[in-house]
């Protein structure tokens, strides 16, 4: 998952000042990646994990 927490980053990506920033990260992952896998490295992931380890549904 990508997080918001970029204390002890160097430089943020060209283009990104700060957590605001995250939907245009998410518009350039769709023009390089199918939508399925960006959902999941959004969060689906993270999600899945949850719901398996806590049986959450």
């Given at each position: 998952?990508?997080?918001?927490?970029y204390?002890?980053?160097v430089?943020?990506?060209?283009?990104?000042?700060?957590?605001?920033?995250?939907?245009?990260?998410?518009?350039?992952?769709?023009?390089?990646?199918?939508?399925?896998?960006?959902?999941?490295?959004?969060?689906?992931?993270?999600?899945?994990?949850?719901?398996?380890?806590?049986?959450?549904?």
């Amino acid at each position: 998952g990508v997080g918001s927490d970029y204390d002890g980053m160097v430089a943020l990506p060209r283009g990104m000042r700060d957590v605001t920033d995250l939907p245009r990260l998410t518009e350039a992952l769709l023009k390089r990646h199918p939508e399925s896998w960006v959902e999941r490295v959004m969060g689906g992931n993270f999600r899945r994990y949850f719901r398996e380890t806590l049986g959450g549904g």
